[in-house]
């Protein structure tokens, strides 16, 4: 029992009712056998089947109108009664499994020709990894013979096409069965050829039209065809291959890029089966014979019915029997051979048939040369012959109406200069008759201008003479160029076809530097020129215009897209520019990537809504997504800012909050840049319009920071936020323009009359004109009067019912001082992203607020009481990130003596009850180093620090001495001289040793910044009776202090001082530690020795500092790592070995040279000894945590 699967090729019910009753079987069991060919023709279709057409042609036409698709017979099967709807990748996915090749690359061939490619057949077909051989095993007798069978026979090949199946074979068991598949595929072939012939005769019959212009004189211009795709792709591989043999490789490769939809290095790329003609130079050298003129051939093409032919030319699947007998197999071959034969006889009938047509075109024009005695009306005329009816109906430009047969070039739009030689004027006024009865509009100031009257002598020359004589005139019209040249355009329309056809040859022709002067003339045939291929290939060539295009460039072309978007419409941007910009999405060069993301923005205010918000948003998110270029994604992020300010579709909103997120988080910062000064502007005026701003971006935001603070365990990760917080930081100035556009006396503006000019210094500067708060209200005089009305509303009448403003007191500021008050405060890059934000946060809602809202907020919190510094019992406040951030970010906004002072007090009431408290200085210290990076207020925090200088108590003045340390380090030499110095030099004159003490770390920072040698002389004195006063002799934390301090400034510090004063005074610590009798305080001092030590080994010191006090100081230090720390003594044993050769070496070569510890640990011997002894430290604690670290 045969089973049947029926399928059901049509895409559309239409299809299907045309075709009702095509069933073909296609599968039977082996128990069937081979299905019997009925009597007469063993080949021959069942009767009520349509022959199927077969197609697998290099010229792809399209199958004829009476016939189905092989590809579609063969794999379509009806059952009678039900059928059943298939898809065709079904359909193709069957074929592969299969495995029938060729009947895939058929359905695949016309798949393409009708417009639905499918990916599955492209894939497989352009893979050339699917047609190599798998292996050299023979397949089993009872393989059923198909065409993948010489399939896996074949080598390395590229397409379907090249494969040679008569080479394989030389297997005498497969010899019929290969002979029946390759003269099956040389049949198919024939009647492709046979197909091609007929089409084009057609197209030959209805577009070889004969003209007034076109005489048969040699003379006579004619125009030139537009030259075909397959023979520029030809042309193009002959030129190159010219250009490769003569060395001209820069202009070869330059040429490649220019066609790089083309594989220059195989000529099966042109086409298939498409024969390779001479190089350039063979044609050159035979173009003085006899060649056949373009005008004596023609391309024809022609469909298949399998009415016409004698016999059925395909057998019903005599490839999937594999049980025929020998003698079957030979009537196979012989009927084949018949069919070709046969339709060789076909073919070269069709080529008579073409030459008689063409001579009947001849005898046409040269009808249509001598004037008409009367008019024929041509649609009357019925004729049996097809090829004069197809003549007829081709000359004929209305069937309804009467006239001359038109060129089909000119379409009767242009004034040929040719009618001047002609003396029969009737013909011209007749033919300018014509041409205005087809085109009215176009020629209407035709109608009302006399034809133009030329003398004509009182000759009775023939016109065949005449034109004879004439044609000894050297004009040149047989070339395309002499084709444009000898007629002149007459309308403006005209004028725009003329143009169309002219620029393609132009624009290679102009240098690259200067094809910019060519934008104007492409943009306006562009938008003027009525065909739309024509305007296609302009917009192309516009875009591919230059290969790299420079700024300047850039905009020019974007200029005149925009002019083009003004000109036609959203329609027709949609349908020809943005496929422009889709083509070169991603291009290889970055520029015209840019290209692309600039014209995105650029003609956002010109599409159509929905291809705004939707392909021009996918577009430039696949680009900020993928791009690696950062200009191309900065270009992107402005794109997009444009399109967030025509977006319309609140249903968009989630895409732009992620958009603006990924965008912040470019590696790039040009990229973070452009969208703080574009995107975020754009979407904060979007959100504002949407009403969400302030309920869901900002709070949105807000949310992201708080997640960070739970889920930082190991720290705050400070580039998210910083991420996040100069996104709030740019919605600042829209969030102000919210609440003065919602405030309560928004009705009471008025614009006219005295209104004052803004202050200068009123806003922070905007980092670009879309943060202008003047800009986003609208104007500055409308912001002028809002400001007045804003500041005498809080002054004077109070917040209520201004729901805006009370959202941001209530709401938005306490969570940001909660946020606060949890970040770590000695992350100097938290405290200072804060302070920035609050600063301009101030700035912006003005001084009134500042006062009114934000600082009594501070001030509650902040309470200078005992209770707020006690951190165990969780009210730690003035030893978090809210005093730096206070001080420095809302403190200091503003610059007046009042404010000046309120920064004083609280820096000094903080100091003194951190001070007092015994708590952690850490907030205290955040906030003089974020002030003292800014010179405008080291008077101020001198003042500051005097304030506890001049204390009663002893752990003010230690915490006023330890501050100085940080803020000497940027200070100008004259203010440390004049006040610094002074007031140091007082805190060691106290009773106190602790004070005396905290003050040695800010002389070591004046000897390491300071270059002034009467300042350098004070401090040196200062530390020397440090070291060599009696009463300092015992005082252990003072001699801690002192070499950790010569430790941290030596390297940076004058040599002289260095060689004179440290490192004679760390031999002598050394060697008086090694009579230290306590044991913890004798560690302490040799571990502090150890880190100076290694950090004063990389300067150089000269010979004689090296021998009297480098090198006895290290062996002292060695002493006493002997008996506490042996690790640390392998260490110092090589140092000081490598120490001695040096001196050794330097003496004999360079007795009063320098050197550097640094430079002996070069050499790699040395530094592989160095650092394995280092490895081998296996000690723990403290003392080795930070062996070599350098203490800040």
């Known amino acids: 029992m045969a089973s049947v699967n029926p399928f059901n090729l049509s895409d559309s019910e239409e299809e299907a009712e045309r075709r009702p009753n095509e069933t073909v079987d296609t599968e039977r069991s082996p128990s069937d056998g081979a299905p019997g060919p009925p009597p007469g023709n063993p080949f021959s279709p069942p009767a009520d089947a349509e022959p199927p057409s077969l197609l697998l042609s290099s010229n792809r036409t399209s199958p004829s109108g009476e016939g189905i698709s092989a590809s579609a017979a063969a794999t379509s099967a009806m059952a009678g009664s039900a059928e059943t709807r298939v898809s065709v990748d079904v359909i193709a996915a069957q074929l592969l499994r299969d495995q029938y090749i060729l009947t895939a690359l058929e359905f695949h061939t016309e798949l393409l020709e009708a417009g639905r490619e499918l990916p599955r057949l492209r894939d497989y077909f352009s893979n050339p990894g699917n047609f190599e051989r798998q292996s050299g095993t023979p397949p089993a007798k009872d393989q059923v013979l198909g065409p993948g069978g010489p399939l896996n026979r074949a080598g390395s090949i590229s397409t379907l096409d090249s494969l040679d199946f008569a080479r394989y074979s030389d297997d005498g068991n497969r010899e019929t069965d290969e002979r029946v598949a390759v003269l099956e595929f040389e049949l198919r072939k024939a009647k492709e050829t046979i197909q091609a012939l007929r089409a084009n005769l057609t197209q030959a019959a209805e577009s070889e039209v004969p003209s007034q212009e076109r005489k048969n004189y040699k003379s006579s211009p004619e125009i030139q065809e537009p030259i075909r795709p397959l023979e520029k792709r030809a042309l193009n591989f002959l030129v190159n291959e010219y250009l490769l043999k003569n060395e001209y490789k820069l202009s070869s490769i330059t040429f490649s890029d220019e066609n790089d939809d ?532 809080l002054e004077h009448e109070g917040t209520t019912g201004w729901e805006s403003l009370l959202w941001v007191v209530n709401q938005l500021l306490p969570q940001l001082i909660e946020i606060v008050g949890r970040i770590n405060v000695t992350s100097s890059t938290c405290v200072h992203e804060f302070s920035r934000f609050f600063w301009r946060f101030c700035r912006t809602f003005g001084k009134i607020f500042t006062n009114t809202k934000v600082k009594p907020q501070f001030q509650e919190i902040l309470r200078l009481s005992e209770e707020n510094v006690d951190a165990s019992a969780g009210n730690g406040i003035l030893t978090k990130a809210t005093v730096p951030i206070y001080a420095t970010g809302v403190l200091t906004c503003y610059n007046q003596e009042e404010d000046r002072k309120l920064l004083v007090g609280f820096l000094e009431d903080v100091m003194t009850t951190l001070s007092l408290s015994h708590a952690p200085l850490d907030s205290l210290k955040a906030s003089f180093v974020e002030l003292g990076a800014n010179p405008v207020y080291h008077e101020l925090l001198l003042t500051v620090l005097w304030y506890g200088v001049v204390h009663t108590s002893a752990l003010v003045r230690c915490t006023a001495a330890r501050m100085f340390e940080l803020i000497l380090r940027g200070m100008s030499e004259a203010l440390v001289d004049r006040r610094a110095a002074p007031a140091l030099i007082t805190l060691c004159s106290g009773p106190e040793f602790s004070v005396r003490i905290s003050t040695i770390p800010a002389f070591g920072t004046i000897m390491e910044t300071v270059t002034q040698k009467e300042l350098l002389e004070r401090v040196k004195m200062q530390l020397a009776s440090f070291l060599e006063d009696p009463q300092y002799q015992d005082q252990h934390s003072l001699h801690m202090e002192i070499i950790r301090t010569f430790g941290r400034v030596g390297p940076n510090a004058e040599p002289r001082f260095r060689d004179e004063f440290v490192l004679p005074h760390l031999h002598k610590l050394a060697l008086a530690n090694n009579s230290q009798s306590v044991e913890n305080k004798r560690i302490d001092i040799a571990t502090q020795l150890f880190e100076a030590y290694s950090a004063l080994s990389c300067c150089f010191i000269s010979e004689e500092v090296m021998v009297n006090h480098f090198l006895p100081g290290l062996r002292c230090l060695r002493a006493d790592m002997e008996q506490l720390s042996p690790e640390h003594e392998v260490i110092l044993s090589s140092m000081i070995k490598e120490c001695e050769i040096k001196v050794e070496n330097r003496a004999m070569s360079d007795p009063q040279g320098s050197m550097s510890i640094a430079s002996s640990l070069v050499g790699e011997d040395a530094k592989t000894k160095f650092l394995s002894k280092m490895g081998q430290l296996t000690t723990s604690g403290a003392m080795l945590a930070n062996v070599f670290q350098r203490k800040k």
Request: proline share 8%; hydrophobic share 35%.
């Open 262 to 793: 083309q594989d220059f290095e195989l000529w099966d790329d042109v086409g298939l089966n498409i024969p390779k003609p001479p190089d350039l130079l063979q044609l050159y050298r035979s173009c003085g014979t006899a060649l056949p003129s373009p005008r004596d051939t023609a391309d024809v093409s022609v469909g298949v019915d399998f009415v016409d032919l004698p016999g059925n030319c395909i057998a019903q699947d005599p490839l999937k029997k594999p049980d025929l007998s020998q003698q079957q197999q030979t009537e196979v071959v012989q009927e084949l051979e018949y069919q070709i034969s046969l339709l060789n006889n076909e073919k070269q009938n069709l080529a008579e048939q073409i030459k008689k047509l063409q001579c009947e075109i001849q005898t046409l024009k040269r009808t249509v040369s001598s004037p008409p005695p009367t008019t024929l009306d041509l649609g009357s005329q019925n004729t049996p012959n097809t090829s004069s009816s197809s003549a007829t109906t081709a000359c004929s430009a209305d069937p309804l109406s009467v006239s001359y047969p038109q060129p089909p070039m000119d379409n009767g739009k242009y004034l040929d200069i040719r009618g001047v030689s002609d003396p029969d004027n009737n013909a011209d006024n007749l033919s300018t008759q014509n041409t205005s009865q087809f085109h009215p509009q176009t020629h209407s100031k035709l109608k009302n201008k006399p034809p133009v009257q030329f003398d004509q002598p009182n000759r009775k020359l023939s016109p065949a003479f005449q034109q004879a004589l004439l044609s000894f005139c050297r004009m040149c019209s047989d070339s395309r160029l002499g084709a444009e040249v000898s007629r002149i355009a007459d309308s403006e329309e005209s004028v725009m076809l003329m143009l169309g056809r002219c620029l393609p040859h132009i624009v290679p022709n102009v240098l690259l530097a200067k094809r910019e002067e060519l934008i104007p003339l492409i943009l306006c045939t562009a938008c003027l020129h009525p065909e739309p291929k024509e305007r296609d290939q302009l917009l192309h060539i516009l875009f591919n215009l230059i290969k790299r295009p420079d700024d300047e460039q850039r905009q020019m072309i974007l200029t005149g897209c925009v002019a083009f978007a003004r000109h036609v419409g959203p329609t027709r941007v949609e349908a020809e520019l943005l496929p422009q910009c889709w083509e070169q999405i991603n291009h290889k060069y970055p520029e015209r990537r840019l290209l692309v993301a600039e014209s995105c923005g650029a003609l956002a205010p010109y599409l159509p809504k929905e291809i705004r918000s939707s392909l021009v948003l996918s577009m430039l998110q696949q680009m900020l997504a993928e791009d690696k270029a950062d200009m191309v994604r900065e270009a992107v992020v402005k794109s997009l800012g444009i399109i967030m300010g025509y977006i319309d579709d609140p249903d968009k909103y989630s895409q732009g909050f992620e958009l603006m997120l990924l965008s912040l988080g470019d590696p790039s910062e040009r990229v973070v840049n452009a969208v703080h000064q574009v995107f975020i502007p754009a979407f904060a005026a979007w959100t504002t319009e949407l009403g969400t701003l302030h309920t869901a971006l900002i709070p949105s935001l807000l949310a992201r920071i708080e997640k960070l603070h739970t889920q930082g365990e190991h720290g705050l990760d400070e580039h998210k936020l910083h991420v996040f917080l100069s996104a709030l930081q740019s919605l600042i100035p829209p969030l102000f323009a919210v609440v003065l556009q919602n405030a309560p006396f928004t009705s009471r503006v008025k614009l006219h009359g005295d209104i004052p000019a803004i202050e200068v210094t009123r806003f922070p500067r905007p980092a670009s004109p879309l943060q202008d708060v003047a800009t986003i209200i609208g104007s500055r005089e409308m912001l002028s009067a809002l400001l007045q009305l804003y500041d005498h509303q």
